[in-house]
């Protein structure tokens, strides 16, 4: 049995030494929370508040405890995020040359909740009817301020400090724009091939059935192996793939070519396919049947006139560099949700 590093040259392709998320569909995440926390701090202690009424500053975030995790799954940025922060404000009314300061908190601020609804408590140190008067005018009008920087940092981590994540494409191709995969045109250089390949040879064949399930969609199962993209995404290489009837395809280095026969979105991927070592233009047909579940996606797998003494490499093959690495690479083998 093939092993990674030692591998079959029929099936493998050498794992890529920048482990690069091809294409964002790596499931990744990555602990933002130092940084966070030096960014809050930042822009907090920017804050000025003033009005006809007061003078106020922040002059420093006395805590600031909480997470923030950003994640790429699908291409897809997901942030979580929970901190419950206090700073220390100094201030005074306009009128009164008197110094009071306080706290003001910051709670419930969370990717749950919308920075609008961002509670902000303000506390005074001494209370007096002056320093009443500080404290409401604080809060009146510094709440929509420090709701205003909270946003800041909000868009910071989603731009700024993900921009690492989300890596650009090639394209953002999607198979449902190409319109009318009923009837197209097909490719011939390939179907004349397939026409002469096993009239040519004397090879005895058997044949593959299995079915297999898979935690995503049938629109996403069916894009993972029509969509290039995502097929280099799980095959970890570049790939030559065009997704049309007739239309030919070239995975893992050349290894596994072939063309496709049938597309019905969603439903049906037949092709004729073949790995580059078994005998010239002999092709084997595949045929899988895309079933949508109430919670997963299972697939009716048929594969005709595989070489006999190919059986075990090309189950393998399937299984470990197909539906193994779609699991792995693209999160269908993870819960959805």
Same mark, same amino acid.
């Given at each position: &049995?093939? /092993?990674?590093?030692?591998?079959?040259?029929?099936?493998?392709?050498?794992?890529?030494?920048?482990?690069?998320?091809?294409?964002? @569909?790596? @499931?990744?995440?990555?602990?933002?929370?130092?940084?966070?926390? #030096?960014?809050?701090?930042?822009?907090?202690?920017?804050?000025?508040?003033?009005?006809?009424?007061?003078? *106020?500053?922040?002059?420093?975030?006395? /805590? *600031?405890?909480? #997470?923030?995790?950003? =994640?790429?799954?699908?291409?897809?940025?997901? %942030?979580?995020?929970?901190?419950?922060?206090?700073?220390?404000?100094?201030?005074?009314?306009?009128?009164?040359?008197?110094? &009071?300061?306080?706290?003001?908190?910051?709670?419930?601020?969370?990717?749950?909740?919308?920075?609008?609804?961002?509670?902000?408590? %303000?506390?005074?140190?001494?209370?007096?009817?002056?320093?009443?008067?500080?404290?409401?005018?604080?809060?009146? %009008?510094?709440?929509?301020?420090?709701?205003?920087?909270?946003?800041?940092? %909000?868009?910071?981590?989603? +731009?700024?400090?993900?921009?690492?994540?989300?890596?650009?494409?090639?394209?953002?191709?999607?198979?449902? #724009?190409?319109?009318?995969?009923?009837?197209?045109?097909?490719?011939?250089?390939?179907?004349?091939?397939?026409?002469?390949?096993?009239?040519?040879?004397?090879?005895?064949?058997?044949?593959?059935?299995?079915?297999?399930?898979?935690? *995503?969609?049938?629109? +996403?199962?069916?894009?993972? &192996?029509?969509?290039?993209?995502?097929?280099?995404?799980?095959?970890?290489?570049? *790939? !030559?793939?065009?997704? !049309?009837?007739?239309?030919?395809?070239?995975?893992?280095?050349?290894?596994?070519?072939?063309?496709?026969?049938?597309?019905?979105?969603?439903?049906?991927?037949?092709?004729?396919?073949?790995?580059?070592?078994?005998?010239?233009?002999?092709?084997?047909?595949?045929?899988?049947?895309?079933?949508?579940?109430?919670?997963?996606?299972?697939?009716?797998?048929?594969?005709?006139?595989?070489?006999? =003494?190919?059986?075990?490499?090309?189950?393998?093959?399937?299984?470990?560099?197909? @539906?193994? =690495? &779609?699991?792995?690479?693209?999160?269908?083998?993870?819960?959805?949700?």
């Amino acid at each position: &049995m093939a /092993k990674w590093g030692k591998g079959d040259p029929r099936w493998i392709v050498e794992d890529r030494p920048d482990a690069k998320n091809v294409n964002n @569909w790596h @499931w990744i995440e990555k602990d933002a929370s130092n940084w966070s926390k #030096d960014r809050l701090k930042k822009i907090l202690t920017e804050i000025v508040i003033n009005s006809d009424l007061v003078h *106020c500053k922040i002059t420093e975030i006395s /805590k *600031c405890n909480g #997470d923030t995790f950003v =994640s790429n799954r699908k291409a897809k940025l997901i %942030v979580f995020y929970e901190w419950t922060i206090e700073a220390k404000w100094v201030g005074s009314l306009i009128n009164n040359d008197t110094v &009071m300061e306080g706290i003001i908190e910051i709670l419930n601020f969370s990717e749950e909740n919308n920075v609008k609804n961002t509670e902000i408590n %303000v506390h005074v140190e001494t209370v007096t009817p002056e320093s009443e008067i500080l404290r409401n005018e604080i809060k009146r %009008v510094g709440t929509e301020i420090i709701r205003e920087q909270l946003s800041e940092y %909000v868009t910071a981590l989603k +731009e700024e400090y993900s921009k690492d994540l989300i890596l650009p494409t090639k394209n953002n191709l999607q198979y449902s #724009d190409m319109k009318h995969f009923g009837i197209i045109k097909k490719t011939k250089k390939f179907e004349e091939i397939s026409a002469r390949n096993n009239e040519k040879q004397n090879v005895e064949t058997c044949e593959l059935r299995f079915t297999e399930a898979f935690k *995503c969609t049938a629109n +996403e199962f069916f894009q993972a &192996m029509t969509v290039k993209e995502i097929v280099e995404a799980f095959t970890q290489g570049n *790939c !030559v793939l065009q997704p !049309v009837e007739g239309g030919k395809f070239e995975l893992f280095d050349g290894n596994v070519q072939g063309y496709f026969t049938e597309l019905v979105p969603h439903k049906t991927i037949k092709q004729k396919w073949r790995l580059r070592t078994w005998p010239n233009e002999h092709f084997s047909e595949v045929h899988i049947d895309i079933n949508q579940k109430k919670e997963y996606t299972e697939i009716s797998f048929s594969q005709y006139d595989v070489p006999k =003494s190919e059986f075990e490499n090309t189950i393998e093959g399937w299984k470990r560099f197909y @539906w193994n =690495s &779609m699991k792995r690479n693209l999160g269908f083998g993870v819960p959805l949700f």
